[in-house]
């Protein structure tokens, strides 16, 4: 079976790495690999055709600025896949990017399958993009369990439901099998606070600043109070830089386990919007999210046709997680909620019912791996006539 992957982000190859293996259980021996991956794919056997930090980059003013390098590389990934022609096309998260070279392919090699794991967030904004993926996308493989039903409704492609891979992290795991992560923590001294600025050098750049002043006037409403800032081994020396403006420094860390260990030790969390809220949630942490769009999207935020952009609020269906956007950014605010969220308050309280209830909501009786390797194989079986 020849495969080829076209995965634009970290995020993305994680999710594709476990896809192989799952693959690889059920056809031993029997697979090629190729298109564009990072390095845990690439641990797996695929060859990348170049590096996808190229294409690690949010916003719209940053998509526009590398636009023409963009196309270049959209061209020469789908060149590559129909050259190649695969038995199936694996397009994971990167909508920008990824359902770009799809089209291309489909439109040049029609037969061959094409599914789509991670899909856009129609959900979110810009609801007219499930539609028009249909043409493109055979099965769109789904990571949170309101997506297939969103899907329908939208007239997307048919759409299956498998579990977030998040759940089969070890360091989440490992808390999520406790008798919960927070339990008796509030009775220790002093409180500890996780800080989170987002993945990308945008996101750190806009919040850095607001959440050191935040961080500043937490510990006067909570004297003693400690924080850890886990980051990317890439971005530590750019948010060292930053903290040490800060007025309370924060420990900063590096690695998987240490960010899972400071989701283990932490009292609350002040987060960037994103798929880290997710993680928070299901670590049992209670947060405050906040966020800040680039000057280009924001002039176009009136597209964003979402209730919420929290991940939890979606897969909840009501607004347990505040957030904090823009103007509403705001230390002395920001502050007073997280020293709510760090006591014994009927907020915590409310948000670890949540948690707990999209822990029930998001369980699966497989592997997320596992179940999106047999729709997979399944194409491929089927074919497309």
Same mark, same amino acid.
């Given at each position: 079976? !020849?495969?080829? $992957?076209?995965?634009? +982000?970290? @995020?993305?190859?994680? #999710?594709? %790495?476990? /896809?192989? &293996?799952?693959?690889?259980?059920?056809?031993?021996?029997?697979l090629e690999l190729?298109?564009?991956?990072?390095?845990?794919?690439?641990?797996?056997?695929? !060859?990348?055709? $170049?590096?996808?930090? +190229?294409? @690690?980059?949010?916003? #719209?003013? %940053?998509? /526009?600025? &590398?636009?023409?390098?963009?196309?270049?590389?959209?061209?020469?990934?789908?060149?590559?896949?129909?050259?190649?022609?695969?038995?199936?096309?694996?397009?994971?998260?990167?909508?920008?990017?990824?359902?770009?070279?799809?089209?291309?392919?489909? %439109?040049? /090699?029609?037969?061959?399958?094409?599914?789509?794991?991670?899909?856009?967030?129609?959900?979110?904004?810009?609801?007219?993009?499930?539609?028009?993926?249909?043409?493109?996308?055979?099965?769109?493989?789904?990571?949170?369990?309101?997506?297939?039903?969103?899907? %329908?409704? /939208?007239?997307?492609?048919?759409?299956?439901?498998?579990?977030?891979?998040?759940?089969?992290?070890?360091?989440?795991?490992?808390?999520?099998?406790?008798?919960?992560?927070?339990?008796?923590?509030?009775?220790?001294?002093?409180?500890?606070?996780?800080?989170?600025?987002?993945?990308?050098?945008?996101?750190?750049?806009?919040?850095?600043?607001?959440?050191?002043?935040?961080?500043?006037?937490?510990?006067?409403?909570?004297?003693?109070?400690?924080?850890?800032?886990?980051?990317?081994?890439?971005?530590?020396?750019?948010?060292?830089?930053?903290?040490?403006?800060?007025?309370?420094?924060?420990?900063?860390?590096?690695?998987?386990?240490?960010?899972?260990?400071?989701?283990?030790?932490?009292?609350?969390?002040?987060?960037?919007?994103?798929?880290?809220?997710?993680?928070?949630?299901?670590?049992?942490?209670?947060?405050?999210?906040?966020?800040k769009l680039d000057?280009?999207?924001?002039?176009?935020?009136?597209?964003?046709?979402?209730?919420?952009?929290?991940?939890?609020?979606?897969?909840?269906?009501?607004?347990?997680?505040?957030?904090?956007?823009?103007?509403?950014?705001?230390?002395?605010?920001?502050?007073?909620?997280?020293?709510?969220?760090?006591?014994?308050?009927?907020?915590?309280?409310?948000?670890?019912?949540?948690?707990?209830?999209?822990r029930r909501l998001?369980?699966?009786?497989?592997?997320?791996?596992?179940?999106?390797?047999?729709?997979?194989?399944?194409?491929?079986?089927?074919?497309?006539?």
């Amino acid at each position: 079976m !020849k495969i080829a $992957f076209v995965v634009g +982000e970290p @995020s993305g190859d994680a #999710i594709g %790495a476990d /896809l192989i &293996r799952a693959l690889k259980a059920r056809r031993p021996g029997n697979l090629e690999l190729f298109g564009l991956a990072g390095e845990a794919m690439q641990a797996e056997g695929l !060859k990348t055709l $170049f590096d996808i930090d +190229e294409l @690690s980059i949010m916003g #719209i003013s %940053a998509i /526009l600025a &590398r636009l023409p390098q963009l196309v270049r590389r959209v061209n020469q990934t789908a060149d590559a896949i129909v050259a190649a022609e695969p038995d199936v096309l694996v397009v994971i998260d990167s909508p920008t990017f990824s359902h770009r070279v799809a089209k291309r392919v489909r %439109a040049k /090699l029609p037969h061959v399958p094409i599914v789509n794991y991670i899909p856009p967030t129609v959900w979110a904004w810009r609801e007219g993009r499930a539609a028009k993926m249909r043409p493109y996308v055979d099965h769109a493989i789904c990571a949170l369990p309101f997506e297939p039903e969103t899907m %329908a409704r /939208l007239g997307g492609p048919p759409s299956t439901y498998v579990g977030h891979p998040l759940m089969k992290e070890p360091g989440l795991a490992a808390i999520m099998a406790g008798d919960g992560p927070l339990a008796g923590k509030l009775a220790k001294s002093p409180p500890r606070l996780v800080i989170l600025p987002g993945s990308r050098r945008g996101e750190i750049d806009r919040l850095a600043g607001d959440f050191g002043a935040t961080l500043t006037r937490l510990s006067e409403l909570l004297p003693g109070v400690t924080a850890v800032l886990p980051t990317l081994p890439r971005h530590r020396p750019r948010i060292e830089a930053e903290a040490a403006k800060w007025l309370v420094k924060p420990e900063i860390v590096t690695g998987t386990d240490a960010k899972w260990q400071a989701f283990a030790e932490a009292d609350a969390a002040l987060a960037a919007s994103g798929t880290v809220s997710l993680e928070l949630a299901l670590a049992g942490v209670p947060m405050a999210l906040a966020y800040k769009l680039d000057p280009v999207a924001y002039q176009i935020r009136h597209m964003i046709s979402a209730w919420t952009a929290a991940m939890p609020n979606f897969v909840v269906g009501h607004p347990l997680v505040p957030e904090h956007f823009h103007e509403f950014v705001r230390p002395e605010m920001l502050a007073r909620r997280l020293a709510r969220l760090m006591t014994d308050t009927l907020e915590r309280r409310a948000q670890l019912q949540g948690f707990d209830e999209i822990r029930r909501l998001m369980a699966v009786d497989r592997a997320p791996g596992d179940a999106a390797a047999e729709i997979v194989v399944g194409l491929v079986a089927k074919g497309r006539g």
